[in-house]
Nanobody, 121 residues
Framework: VQLQASGGGLVQAGGSLRLSCAAS????????MGWFRQAPGAERLFVAA????????YYADSAKGRFTISRDKAKNTVYLQMNSLEPEDTAVYYC???????????????WGQGTLVTVSS
């Protein structure tokens, strides 16, 4: 499967952005789609994940209450709605696919190219 992330940009603190991750190829019902982010000089961190089949969602503490992950099966696309953005959310955001629920980047075998989110104060 190939993943194409989009939707990043520059936004002021308190603003919102919606990231999209379009998947080409077959997405199995057991797959888990995740969003990660990586700030300059920092490690890649888990943000949110969704089970493709059931729609079950999982969030990092930093994302709870502000971010919402969802998927559109018909469009083979996963979204990350980000509200109440803070400068600390500035990072390159990546979507990825795993065969089971995981929070470590190493467990995800397919990755999109990343989309930059910049939140100004």
């Amino acid at each position: 499967v190939q993943l194409q992330a989009s939707g990043g940009g520059l936004v002021q603190a308190g603003g919102s952005l919606r990231l999209s991750c379009a998947a080409s190829g077959r997405t199995f019902s057991s797959a888990v789609m995740g969003w990660f982010r990586q700030a300059p000089g920092a490690e890649r961190l888990f943000v949110a994940a969704i089970r493709w089949g059931t729609g079950g969602t999982y969030y990092a503490d930093s994302a709870k209450g502000r971010f919402t992950i969802s998927r559109d099966k018909a469009k083979n696309t996963v979204y990350l709605q980000m509200n109440s953005l803070e400068p600390e959310d500035t990072a390159v955001y990546y979507c990825a696919k795993a065969t089971e629920l995981a929070y470590a980047p190493a467990q995800y075998k397919s990755w999109g190219q990343g989309t930059l989110v910049t939140v100004s104060s």
